[in-house]
């Protein structure tokens, strides 16, 4: 459980850097983009690591039938995480598309994972996602709604999105945790 607080620790800072200490990232300059993204791939590779070495300690039990809702959210979170800049219809309406997107993940992993790594991982991450918008919304002040685009954006980030999707399902078979086994009853 360490290692997992310790990348999500690293993900957040990394994350609030630009928000919270904006005059120091801006006289980083490159350097301080470098840092930021070395900062997050740590905390990603100690999350997956940390998650994965958790020993299973129930804290709920998911109810039947949410593994459906998690695939269904699933898709949204993927699209909604692409959409931001593709210039289309989508992206033009929501302020957030990307971290509403990571909220809906979060919550979608919090219906079907009912263990305490679980819940201190996508519990942790809605959280930030969140956070980040507010810090966002008041950083920037008033949003500047963008024109929307094209629907044919939207259509090719919607395509993605599915093979992204598959691309995922993949992965989690692939590590051990199929995403259409268990609570689906």
Do not use: C
């Not at 993940?105 to 919090?110: E, I, P, R």
């Amino acid at each position: 459980m360490t290692l997992l607080i310790l990348g999500l620790i690293l993900w957040i800072a990394a994350h609030f850097f630009k928000r919270l200490m904006p005059d120091l990232r801006a006289a980083l300059g490159d350097k301080g983009k470098g840092l930021v993204a070395i900062t997050i791939l740590a905390g990603v590779v100690l999350m997956v690591i940390g998650y994965r070495s958790t020993v299973n300690i129930p804290v709920y039990t998911p109810m039947a039938g949410m593994g459906h809702l998690n695939n269904l959210l699933m898709l949204i979170a993927i699209f909604l995480m692409g959409v931001g800049k593709s210039g289309g219809i989508v992206g033009s309406k929501l302020r957030h598309p990307m971290l509403t997107g990571m909220l809906i993940w979060a919550v979608a992993h919090l219906l079907v994972n009912g263990d305490q790594a679980s819940l201190v991982l996508f519990g942790t991450m809605a959280v930030w996602s969140v956070s980040e918008m507010v810090l966002v919304n008041r950083g920037e002040g008033t949003w500047n709604q963008p024109v929307a685009g094209s629907i044919t954006k939207d259509l090719r980030v919607g395509v993605v999105t599915l093979v992204l999707f598959v691309i995922i399902a993949l992965v989690h078979n692939w590590l051990g945790y199929s995403p259409f086994l268990g609570t689906y009853g």
